[in-house]
């Protein structure tokens, strides 16, 4: 069994979850030049194996796409044709940031180490990421 892999897509930076390859945990995995997204996911599923992806869809509180949605299905597009045989599945990530700030400040994270906007998207791909696991179980 195959990992999934979860992405918090932005302008600037990407963040990256994954699971454990039994499915159980998800754990945060990396941030990256969004520019320079589409060759680290080729590497890293070259070398890991990803059975599928889940994309954070940023909705607004109307339940309406949010400015940046049309870069995020673009992107999903980009995703679709250079992984075909991987199923895509896209998540609803209203409130991610502000669960990801929470999650740092219960874990002890210093304050400085919260500023660091890197850190805020991995940990919310991870969040991205857990509800779409904990959403299959039920």
Sequence with gaps: MGRILAIDYGRKRTGLAVTDPL?????????VDTSVLLEFLKKYCAKEPVDEFVVGMPKTLKNEDSEIAPLVRAFVEVLKKEFPEKPLHLADERFTSRLAQRAMIAGGMKKKDRQVKANVDKISATIILQDFMSSKRS
């Design 23 to 31: 499915r159980i945990i998800a754990t945060a995995l990396d941030t």
